[in-house]
Structures are given as C-alpha cells and as structure tokens.
C-alpha cells in the first residue's frame, strides 16, 4: 500500500465577526493551501464560520498536563485578584 | 505498575486510581493527560472503528446517487454522503490524538484487519432502501451516539456533537422518503414495507450483542466510555421506532412486537444472532463488494497523493532557494 504521509494541520475557526477563532480539530493535507480547502470541506459545510486558521501540528508547542500544578495552582490562592474580595457596602451601589 | 502520586492530604494514590477518581467526578480525559493503556487501547479500537463504519457506510447510499428520483433527492443524499465522510474525517482526528496514525489505521480498514459495522454490508436494491437506511439505520446511530456527546474522552465527545447535529438531517430525508412511497402507489407502498422488513433486524443488530455475551462492555461502563448498555440502547430504539412505522402505515416484521404495559416498553421477538455473527466474520451480502470498492477507490487516488506531495515538495524547495537568494 503506498503510504504518503500528509502532514496533519490544526483546525480554528472563527464562527462569526465578534468571536476568536476556537480549535474544532484536525486535517492532512499536503500543503497549506489544501490545509485550507480540506478545512473549509470538513468543518464548515453548514456555515459555522467565517474565517479559518491552519496551523501545522508540529509547531504547536503545549504545556506539560504534569505541569498542571506548578503553572496554575498559584493562582488558585490569590483570591484578591477578584472582585469579590474587597467589602464595598451596599449603599455605595453597583460596583 | 505501582507508579503512584500523592492525594490532597498527601496519602500515596496509584495512578489508576486517581485517573478513575476523575472520571467518577464526570471530569474529561484530554489527550496528553495520564491514561491507563487499555483505556487508550479501548478508544483507539472503538473510534476508528466508527470512523471505518462512517467511510464504507458512503458505499450502499453512494449506489443511488446517480438514479435518485427527483434533483430535490439527490442534493439532499449527496449531501448525506459528504456528511458520513466527514464524521469518518471527524473520527478518525480524534483518534489520532490519542497517538493513533492515520495512515495506519487505514491500513487496517484495507486489508480487513480493522472491523467497520455489519449494517454496511447490506444491499440497497430499491429506492426504498434509501428511506429505510435514513430513517433506521441513522435513526439507530443516533441511539448510539448521542450518549457518545457524554464520552470520558474529550475529543471524541467534541466530535461526536458534530455528529449528532448533522445525523438529524439524516434521519428526517430518510423518513420523508419512506413517508412519500407509504402514502403512493401500493407498488411503492409495498417497495417501501418491502425495505422495512430488509432492514428492521440488521438496525436491531446494530446495537451489538444482548448485554451477557458483551465481555467488553462493563469496563468501557465504568471508563464511562460507553453510558448505556447495548440492550438498553436497542429497548430505546424499538420504543421510539414503533409509532413511526404506525404513523407510516407499514407493519414491522416481528409477529412478537408487541407493548408491554408492565414493562411500560415493546417487547418484541428474538434477533437473528446467526446472521450477526456470520456478517461479521465476512459472510454478508456485501462484504466482499465493500472491500474491493474501497481498495479501488484507495489505490485509483494513489496518484493525486503522490502529485500534490511532489507539488508541495517543489514548492518548498523553491521558496527555501527564494530565502537563500534574498
Ligand atoms: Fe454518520
Ligand atoms: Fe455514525
Ligand atoms: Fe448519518
């Protein structure tokens, strides 16, 4: 069986003006170009978007999931970074 | 395999455990997230399976593209076709996240290492078969899917929503085109019972076995993989599918059928489980036609890969020479 190995492409699309582009997930293709036309042909068949994003797979540089901790956790005890921490009396009004 | 990590109070928690703890609190797994490796094995089975099933199941309704009755139709089943492309496409991806390669796995599909579903290897003879197809046949994978939405794996439960909401369109054509024959001529009144009585055991059976002879189910239950038992999903099915044939006017072949009022469901007669296991092991109507259609298609497109991956190369190349000129 012939095997060419396409390269696999990241998927975002921005669904309309007013919203970023969210990931909804994957294609081969052999270049950009056909990145962007099988995008287009699996992912928005049904107007879901209006703009598409291809990223080569590759390049996309993750996080560690056994980083989890170290990165977020520190901001899990920083509660007077929200708004709910400081005490402003009611008559003050809507704050 | 003792690997362990530590609890919130600091107690020694196995992997596996911790791993299950999250599931139990109806978290997602992501896919660079710890797994146990049956569990990646199990997905990978189960979700190029599908994917396999999605792509030869282009096949029985590909067979009626060019003689659709009206351009109303066959907008509407190329449409459908296309559909049951991408959820292979779709599938296939989310399989891919969990280390799977496609090339591989289509491999697999090819030379019949890798299962797809038994429906697939049924004939399409009559136009009804179109409208029974749709409305059954999609009617029972959306059974099947739509606890798929609630999957522990995140891509494929991602995957699986876009799934459902195109099946939906699916299942409504297919019923409309049972609807139209049902309420013409008795020769396509009978064309459209004759499709009903074809295909009523084989959507049955495509629920998988009844739950005691299905090995594999509990641990996919408790990875909540799978939400629903195979027996429970067809119960559900049946029940739902009986006053649509009433609505119809068509009589489903199963002198057992019948509503239990105790059991508030339709009990209904034994499955032909000979079939089903004859089927899968390749002895379908269509089995062997399936397969050598996907080797053809697969081996005529080996040109256009290789001429867009040489094209791509050049162009590579040339831009590098471009950058080195500059
Ligand atoms: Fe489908
Ligand atoms: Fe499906
Ligand atoms: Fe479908």
């Known amino acids: 069986m012939s095997k060419v190995n396409w390269p696999l492409w990241e998927v975002f699309v921005r669904g309309k003006a007013g919203l970023s582009h969210k990931h ?8 950009a170009e056909m990145a962007i036309a099988n995008a287009r042909d699996l992912y928005t068949r049904r107007s879901e978007g209006v703009s598409l994003w291809v990223v080569p797979a590759s390049a996309i540089v993750a996080s560690d999931p056994a980083d989890k901790d170290s990165l977020f956790e520190p901001a899990d005890d920083k509660v007077y970074r929200h708004p709910t921490f400081y005490d402003i009396p009611d008559e003050v009004g809507h704050m | 395999m003792s690997q362990t990590v530590a609890d919130p109070a600091g107690a020694p928690v196995s992997l596996e455990q911790r791993f299950q703890d999250w599931i139990d609190a109806e978290r997602k797994i992501e896919p660079r997230d710890w797994m146990p490796d049956a569990y990646r094995r199990t997905l990978i089975r189960q979700i190029s399976q599908h994917a396999h099933s999605e792509i030869i199941g282009m096949q029985p309704e590909g067979n009626w593209i060019t003689r659709a009755p009206s351009l109303r139709r066959k907008v509407a089943l190329i449409a459908k076709v296309q559909d049951e492309a991408g959820h292979g496409l779709y599938l296939y991806s989310a399989a891919e996240t969990l280390g799977a390669s496609r090339d591989d796995m289509v491999a697999d599909l090819l030379t019949g290492k890798a299962k797809y579903s038994s429906i697939f290897n049924y004939a399409t003879p009559t136009w009804a078969d179109i409208g029974a197809i749709g409305w059954l046949v999609d009617g029972a994978a959306i059974c099947n899917q739509v606890p ?9 439960a991602r995957a699986m929503v876009r799934v459902c909401k195109e099946e939906s369109f699916h299942q409504r054509q297919g019923y409309e085109i049972m609807m139209v024959l049902a309420q013409g001529t008795p020769e396509q009144k009978q064309m459209a019972q004759d499709a009903l009585n074809r295909w009523w055991f084989p959507s049955l059976l495509m629920f998988g076995p009844p739950d005691d002879q299905s090995p594999n189910s509990a641990q996919s239950m408790k990875w909540k993989i799978k939400r629903h038992s195979n027996d429970e999903l067809r119960q559900r099915f049946v029940d739902m599918t009986v006053p649509q044939a009433e609505f119809l006017g068509l009589t489903i072949p199963d002198p057992d059928l019948k509503w239990n009022d105790e059991r508030g469901h339709y009990d209904f007669g034994d499955l032909p489980w000979e079939e089903f296991y004859a089927v899968l092991k390749g002895h379908g109507p269509c089995n062997r036609q399936r397969m050598a259609f996907r080797n053809k298609t697969f081996s005529d497109g080996a040109w256009v890969r290789e001429a867009a ?11 590098a020479a471009a950058v080195q000129a500059a």
């Open chain 1, 24 to 31: 909804v997930g994957s294609v081969h293709a052999a270049d």
């Open chain 2, 148 to 156: 798929l939405c609630r999957t522990s794996y995140g891509p494929y």
């Open chain 2, 309 to 319: 991956a040489a094209y791509a190369g050049k162009q590579k190349a040339r831009q």
